[in-house]
């Protein structure tokens, strides 16, 4: 019903600077909250930054004055503007939806398919 296709990833240097975009489509009604999540081998998937109901925005702590989230919600996308890139943000990203759409009686979360984010020394 929903999908999600994200872009923007590739490989920078430490210091760099990338953006990653995420584009939804399908049987939308309502997108309630747009994000951001990462994850390394071997570990769990941690948020990164997310918007919900439009303006209240959260960030995971290591990313706080670096990354930024926003949104164009006439075309339903949102944005990951990444500055200062450091090693340890090298992961796989994935953006998620938390969507009400046609045909349904609840909100329902939906995933990207990720994209890989490397960042060198």
């Known amino acids: 019903q929903v999908q999600l296709v994200e872009s923007g990833g590739g490989l920078v240097q430490a210091g760099g600077s990338l953006r990653l975009s995420c584009a939804a489509s399908?049987?939308?009604?309502?997108?309630?909250?747009m994000g951001w999540y990462r994850q390394t081998p071997g570990k769990q998937r941690e948020l990164v930054a997310v918007?919900?109901?439009?303006?209240?925005?959260n960030y995971a702590d290591s990313v706080k004055g670096r990354f930024t989230i926003s949104t164009d919600n006439a075309k339903n996308t949102w944005y990951l503007q990444m500055n200062s890139l450091k090693p340890e943000d090298t992961a796989i990203y994935y953006c998620?939806?938390?969507?009400?759409?046609?045909?349904?009686?609840?909100?329902?979360?939906?995933w990207g398919q990720g994209t890989q984010v490397t960042v060198s020394s």
């Open positions: 918007i919900v109901s439009g303006d209240n925005t």
């Open positions: 998620k939806a938390r969507v009400f759409s046609l045909g349904s009686i609840s909100n329902n979360d939906y």
């Open positions: 399908g049987r939308i009604l309502r997108i309630n909250s």
